[in-house]
């Protein structure tokens, strides 16, 4: 990252200290601000500044940016201005690209040094065990085949799919917060922010120190968006900020897609309504990758679980061929022509390498890495 300009400092520390008002502002019912984001700051300054107007424009004329620049290095965050060749090209394409992208991490994960596409994993807070394993499989899937993983650092699917691609070893792991790049939000994450900032990479377009306010979640998600070269949403009830996230990749005629969930579950409602519409059914990074590089011209490319498979034998191969959702082994060794003795082996020995699960009942079913 480069350093950024003064004027793009100052814009970026106005939207720091309009922020309370901000969430005043957008919080009264049926009161919106078309593009508040796109507003110049004296047209955000009245918007949004009310009888502190004049607070807010002797902040502006007061602001110090050597000060600024001093506490962006003693909070391990570096920026970059839209001015600047190293800013992502994509987040031009928004209708109000943020002024400034502060970061903590590793900055090389950012476009230009970053050249392949971005994909954005993101999904409900309130998540199932099954949307929760197909986002950390989404993530570490798509990280290990070299892609740069998006989320927001939410609980339930965007942590899932942090991790995934944190656990994919490939520094594939970039977060966009509602807050200050160095604000650890939810805090429950804290361990996660940790190893973001150590292994990928955390983006704000809000300077260091500042606190995560409501209107700050769905400004990150045009972000998040903007990146990418596709948005994948994994679980979401009706409505939710991974809709919005979704509804602002189309804007941008940006590729989505959604991971079909179950009917009756009000958590999937918002991304099987999605599929409806038309977004890409995603079951799994492969399907991403054919989205985004054309069905079959992947054939060759190593897969992340290759060398799990290749470890198989035939038998295992055979009971793994088998297994459906609530499938006993009865019926896995009818399915495989095999012995309820060796069915039972081989199951442990796909258990083992996280290629089935098995419930209380007795049954097994594969797992999203399968």
């Known amino acids: 990252m480069s350093a950024a300009c003064t004027e793009c400092l100052r814009r970026s520390h106005l939207l720091s200290h309009l922020s309370p008002r901000i969430a005043e502002l957008l919080g009264v019912p049926g009161r919106r601000v078309p593009a508040l984001l796109a507003l110049s700051d004296e047209e955000l300054i009245e918007a949004s500044a009310g009888k502190a107007a004049g607070l807010a424009r002797r902040f502006l004329d007061e602001f110090d940016a050597p000060n600024a620049r001093r506490a962006m290095e003693e909070a391990g965050v570096v920026a970059v201005c839209r001015h600047e060749p190293t800013y992502p090209a994509r987040l031009l394409e928004l209708r109000d690209p943020p002024a400034a992208i502060f970061g903590s991490g590793d900055a090389g994960l950012l476009p230009p040094s970053r050249s392949g596409p971005f994909v954005t994993v993101v999904g409900t807070r309130r998540a199932s065990p099954y949307g929760l394993e197909v986002a950390y499989e989404l993530g570490r899937g798509l990280a290990a085949a070299g892609l740069v993983v998006v989320s927001g650092m939410a609980l339930g699917i ?18 966009v917060l509602a807050c200050g790049p160095d604000v650890p939000y939810p805090r429950t994450n804290r361990p996660l922010f940790r190893a973001l900032r150590q292994r990928g990479l955390v983006i704000s377009e809000l300077p260091p120190g500042t606190a995560p306010s409501r209107w700050g979640f769905p400004a990150r998600n045009r972000i998040m968006a903007g990146l990418a070269a596709m948005t994948v949403v994994v679980e979401a009830a009706e409505p939710s900020g991974s809709l919005i996230t979704a509804t602002f990749a189309a804007d941008l005629d940006r590729e989505v897609g959604a991971v079909p969930g179950h009917v009756t579950a009000r958590m999937a409602h918002g991304s099987n309504h999605l599929l409806h519409d038309g977004a890409h059914v995603v ?88």
């Open 158 to 175: 965007d942590a899932a799919a942090h991790r995934g691609a944190l656990d994919a070893g490939g520094g594939g792991a970039l977060a």
């Open 283 to 370: 079951r799994g990074a492969r399907d991403v990758l054919d989205v985004l590089f054309a069905v079959g011209s992947l054939d060759e490319r190593p897969r992340p679980d290759r060398a799990a498979r290749e470890t198989l034998d035939p038998e295992q191969a055979r009971v793994l061929a088998a297994v459906e959702a609530g499938a006993g082994v009865d019926s896995i060794a009818a399915d495989a022509g095999l012995g309820a003795g060796a069915v039972r082996a081989a199951l442990g020995r796909l258990e083992a390498l996280g290629l089935v699960v098995r419930s209380g009942l007795g049954s097994y079913q594969r797992t999203a890495r399968a």
